[in-house]
């Protein structure tokens, strides 16, 4: 648990900083190459029809038309990202199932001739009735998404751990609130694009994906070809978020187009497009009912959760999963039941993002503790660190809680935002909101099932020491991982981090690794870098013991320094040593692996550890509301994470930035709109509300002093769990400031205005009644029962 | 020595082949980076000059040219590939030395404005005598190319083995020939280019370059920077043959250029460029005398020969020693004495080209020797078989060989050839002549002086097995050799060829290798890559040994399967296997290196051997010579060689192939011209006249059986030592259609002409003295003294 390191722990310089404010970093939409070709999938108009005919004839006739495919020029094995649910098939041949679902594709000389052709496909369709509101999705009578699955239910998910009914018989007070939460959608800077291309029987794909290794196992599986005959490169990648994680139709239709005309195929969705296949946020209804005693501590706890899937499966039986699974992390209660529905729409597919599930089911959790709160007139601060989890605990649900410094982190942002005196000071108009988050560093299980390693890396040393090449398969997705894992190379090889190299995410040159998703690779491909550095390091050592004479356990590195611990005049360069080391006895060469150990826990005699450690946050924010129109104005934010031992302090305060401009603007701005059609209607960056620089409110963020012990140097993940105590936050702050609960995502200024008007005539009215006028004293709801989109306009 | 493999020896196709044919191989001119300028070179127009002053501001104020650089911007420490002699500069600072010497270069933001930049800047040059004609480079009175070299000697080589004067004084006959090479050029069909890009304080340069390794090397000692802050990287690369060897003004000059404006710098050479600047085949002047017994048995030969260096080293100090070093190979004698000066004109450098330094002298004394058997009276074929050396035996100047099989290539190719009935039945004008060859199999000592070894690979399997990569520095310049390397990584694992991928010549990604030149990487970095395949193999063995409980020495595996020795049963595939290594104990990864052994011999206190192993082979050819022009037609070609275990016959014929192509191009039409200004007259392919495959003669290649002890599986080197026998067989196949003997190169059509003009003067002459005219004994000597270029014209 020593501190004393070179190279972790330093806000080193990003390793791809140069190539990409120089604009030599190239994204797969860069790429070129030759003979390559350009592809674009017709998609369905319609929300929900049965395919009656597909005449492509005419498309094919088209000058500058290579090739037109359909769902016969395709493998019909249905696929999709979690095993359990495979429902996807590369073109649609009986029913499309929503506004964007794939139907046919071309490849053409150029873009303009693709939208074309598209223009010229005939396709038939007998439109049925279509499934647009989730909350009324398992209604009997409704029509059927899949006719495999009755009652359009995708998965459903019932756990009780623990006797709750009991707990809430004998609580002092019991509350049930319910909350939805809309669609929302990554947007990543850099839409989806791939090139697809054969050598013979071996196919090579450029990518924008967040796992070179899924997609490779997909579409090996797709294709039913070897994995070693896929190759997956990402290039330089502008934002995931969730959203690359699976192998898209651009990646399934762009290989058959290619393997078609013989010709590199480039597949790209542009910004519309990316809204419907992107598979963003899930909406979300959320009923919440807890059991407190007379001091606030939770007895109990029932979350009883509606899942808008959308058309497919994605990876929404892990979204679905998550909602309720991470739920009792951060307080600590005995008795907790979660029921939850995944079901049907005739709307785009729903998967991960950033926070997977959590954001919503905290936002209700958040807001329901503070209306608990309020019930009880206790600090919203105090009700929850009277409840905050404490290290080595398992929850509920059986999860294993290593480290945990959640108390720590409401402790400092109490401070921080200096909440004791805002909260007694703030006046009407001016509220402060806390709110705590936790998520799952890395997955213990992999998507799908295999017992392989989930992470592994080599290093080698070039022949005179001056540099070392770290072979990752990890994928850098613009949060920085390339530089967090070669310092931690640097550091457990003893060496310097401006010497790393780094080669990253190509299934043909770096090993193994499931890549960026479920904040897992500070941890887990970190683990793994470890273990490659310390081979390469004992090698070192032993090879420095023959040249000083001294044994090697007498010796240590740092830095690129090797060194006797017990002489210390005795020393050596790295790059002497590693120099000599090849000469004397061949490559310099470090290997590493990391395989997450068996999760503790079981429920119903499945597994249900989900993840070897977890990270914890508090926030606070204070907001400005104008009374008149609703507005809201963020007037600051502070953050306090434990998020274990910190490699790259600007990095990690860049991800905690990064994830609360995220979670604002679910919490406020953001929201996918749907017309009674089931078509978006605001498919592009300047209809939904995407924050911008500009919009940024100041943002203290800090961590606190933190270890995790399964984890390398201590570290635990921070790129997600930032994200999830915002947007129970800003409902908080909105309350604090007006006394109104908005009971929907997102926040809007609409919303607030019209609770804020609802208020005014209630005071009204009530002032009419009672001459006393009073602020109120218990939250007002609203519109928590209808989402906002798929309303009849 | 079992023949019992599963993937050598098979022309398996080439690795590269889709990508090549399909256009999809990207060549360093292929790329394109965001922001990239051009850069081009300014050269001097004269071949000697004082530089007196050099005026960039008007190329500076041209729009689009964003650097104009000097002597006075770049590092002036002098480089050169051979460290015996470092004596090139960036650019030139005092005075320039040949026409195409390095003044200035332009980054310009495209090609034109480069060459309109080129013309604003202006230097003042005060014009300098010139040294054109190495014969008389050393005489009195000469100006001096380098002022550090007196009497114009770049280097000079005096050894002596044995005892010659008393042998040439005891034998039976003794004959002295001279001979004089020509200029040629390798003629690359991709001309050399780079891309220069620095990414703060690194360089990466993307090159065709035959060793990323050496201009790793040396452009970070011209910069003084650490090794590893300088990456290479070799795309596709179409031809090198000694040309692309060392680092050249693009990537000097590119480097500072891309320094300056922080931009990637692309620099080309054009066709014209590359005749000045690739550092081509030396002119040689050769005269060597042998002594023989009565039976034709070689007692002593004496070499003294003369180098036209050009202006700069280069590679010359090697193509000097290898001229007389190789001489005494393919024949048994004791006694030998070799006298070199390699000397400086005020020519383009000369460098190393296929069959380095050798193929001029093998012509001079295959010739020679031919004409010593005409002395004689011994069939041409009997005098070499009578010489041919024996395996496991040593050179006079101390290298060891062993295997060689030169006396059954000339006895197959006897046969072959029809050579017997061919020599007793063709008529006048009709043709045939045989020579013998012989080449290193890599060089004994790298060209700087470092203790490193010479190659490096590593071997990675894929999680599930399916897939495994080589990484390997060495260089696939068109030869095959990234298919062979594969091939060998696949027997030594017992795996299948065809899952093999390769990753090559990046400094960054792969492991050190020298790369190609001399003929080395079959053998050396087939070495390396062996070594690694069998530490793959083990691993396998290991763990399939846990498997089937059976032990590991039991156990064997090829072509992808497991087996028991003992039990014929029990099996599993390498797949499998591999996969469960990854699992139960991480990732299967081989590494190897090789380093050559000491070489034996030493001659004055300074080792010798050159080589750990020799290729020899045989050459016949028949040509038809027409009385009237001179023209020459190629009858047909027999080629037997005796390189060692074969890998790829398809390749190792390809190889041959080529390298008669080379050697027939040498031998009658290639030739570099210079006007009496120093100036190429023919630098473009249109008047330089390489062969086409229209040119080429029905080809037969046969190998013998051969197996070389020191080399992996029994290789040996075939790329280079088949040019080696071409010249000679020439010259021999020309002196006996028409009884005339060339004894200069090219055997122009139009010496060939006059040699018979000449000839029939000499009969008529003769006839009008001596009524019975008769057919030429002995042979008539022309213009042996005298090179054809740096004539008055």
Chains 1, 2 share one sequence.
Not at 158 to 175: C, I, M, N, T
Not at 218 to 246: N, Q, S, T
Not at 494 to 523: C, H, N
Not at 679 to 700: G, H
């Amino acid at each position: 648990m020593s501190d004393n390191h070179s190279v972790i722990g330093r806000s080193v310089p990003r390793i791809d900083g140069p190539e990409k404010v120089s604009g030599a970093a190239k994204y797969t939409g860069d790429l070129k190459f030759p003979n390559m070709l350009y592809g674009k999938i017709l998609t369905s108009p319609h929300a929900h029809a049965r395919i009656l005919s597909i005449d492509t004839s005419e498309a094919e006739r088209l000058p500058g038309v290579k090739a037109v495919i359909t769902h016969k020029d395709v493998p019909t094995l249905k696929y999709g990202l979690s095993p359990a649910r495979w429902d996807e098939s590369i073109f649609c041949s009986d029913k499309v199932r929503f506004v964007g679902d794939k139907v046919a594709a071309v490849a053409c000389l150029d873009e303009d001739t693709c939208y074309k052709a598209l223009k010229l496909i005939k396709v038939e369709y007998e439109v049925l009735p279509a499934v647009l509101d989730f909350l009324h999705a398992m209604d009997e009578g409704q029509p059927q998404v899949h006719e495999e699955y009755a009652r359009n239910i995708n998965t459903e998910i019932h756990q009780e751990f623990g006797d709750v009914e009991k707990a809430l018989a004998e609580a002092h007070h019991v509350r049930t609130d319910t909350f939805v939460g809309q669609r929302t959608y990554q947007s990543p800077i850099e839409p989806h694009s791939a090139i697809s291309m054969w050598d013979g029987g071996k196919l090579t794909i450029y990518s924008s994906t967040q796992s070179p290794h899924y997609f490779q196992h997909y579409i090996a599986r797709e294709f039913d070809m070897p994995m070693g005959d896929v190759r997956i490169i990402k290039p330089y990648l502008g934002g995931g978020f969730g959203g690359k994680l699976e192998p898209t139709g651009l990646e399934f239709a762009g290989a058959v187009l290619a393997k078609l005309t013989g010709r590199p195929v480039r597949t790209f969705y542009d910004r519309a497009e990316m809204f419907a296949h992107n598979r963003g946020r899930h909406a979300q209804y959320m009923e919440i009912t807890t059991g407190v005693d007379k001091n606030g501590k939770i007895l109990a706890a029932k979350a009883n959760f509606l899942m808008d899937g959308g058309a497919y499966t994605s990876l929404g039986i892990a979204s679905a999963y998550y909602a309720g699974a991470l739920l009792p992390l951060t307080y600590e209660f005995d008795n907790y039941q979660f029921d939850m529905f995944r079901v049907y729409t005739n709307l785009p597919a729903c998967g991960a993002q950033r926070g997977h599930g959590a954001p919503q089911p905290k936002y209700a959790f958040e807001s329901h503790l503070d209306n608990v709160a309020a019930d009880l007139g206790i600090d919203p601060m105090d009700i929850r660190i009277i409840n905050a989890r404490r290290p080595n605990t398992v929850t509920p649900n059986d999860f294993r809680v290593n480290s945990c410094k959640i108390k720590e982190c409401l402790e400092r942002v109490r401070v921080m935002s200096d909440w004791d005196e805002k909260k007694k000071n703030l006046p009407l108009g001016r509220g402060i909101g806390v709110a705590t988050g936790s998520f799952v560093t890395g997955a213990g299980y992999p998507i799908y099932r295999t017992d392989l390693p989930h992470a592994a890396a080599f290093i080698k040393v070039c022949e005179d020491g001056t540099a070392a090449t770290l072979y990752t398969g990890s994928v850098d997705i613009g949060q920085g991982s390339d530089t967090v894992l070669c310092q931690m190379a640097a550091e457990a090889m003893g060496y310097r981090y401006e010497q790393m190299k780094i080669v990253a995410a190509d299934t043909e040159i770096t090993p193994l690794d499931f890549g960026a998703y479920a904040s897992r690779q500070t941890y887990m491909s970190g683990a793994a870098v470890k273990q490659a550095g310390e081979e390469v390091k004992r090698q070192v050592l032993e090879m420095a013991s023959v040249m000083l004479g001294l044994p090697a356990e007498d010796l240590d590195c740092a830095d690129g320094q090797i060194f006797s611990k017990s002489r210390p005049g005795k020393s050596l360069s790295f790059e002497e040593v590693a120099r000599k080391h090849f000469v004397l006895r061949g490559p310099l060469l470090g290997r590493g692996s990391y395989t997450p150990p068996k999760l503790g826990g079981n429920f119903k005699g499945a597994a249900v550890g989900t993840s070897p450690a977890y990270s914890f946050g508090a926030q606070v924010g204070e907001v400005a509301i104008d009374e008149e129109t609703g507005e809201i104005t963020v007037v600051g934010i502070w953050d306090v994470h434990d998020c274990g031992k910190v490699i790259n302090p600007r990095l990690l305060h860049g991800q905690v930035h990064g994830a609360l401009y995220m979670g604002m603007g679910e919490a406020v701005w953001e929201e996918v709109l749907f017309d009674d059609k089931g078509r978006i209607k605001n498919a592009e960056l300047a209809n939904y509300r995407l924050l911008t620089a500009v919009d940024m409110p100041p943002i203290t963020s800090e961590v606190v002093d933190s270890y995790e012990p399964s984890g390398p140097w201590g570290v635990k993940e921070v790129g997600e769990g930032a994200t999830n105590p915002t947007l129970g936050m800003f409902s908080n702050a909105i309350f604090d400031a007006m006394g109104v609960r908005v009971n929907s995502l997102p926040l809007s200024y609409e919303k607030v205005w019209r609770a804020l008007k609802e208020k005014r005539e209630r005071e009204e009215d009530e002032a009419r009644r009672k001459p006393e006028a009073r602020r109120a004293e218990a939250p007002l709801e609203t519109d928590g029962a209808m989402p906002v989109y798929a309303n009849p306009s």
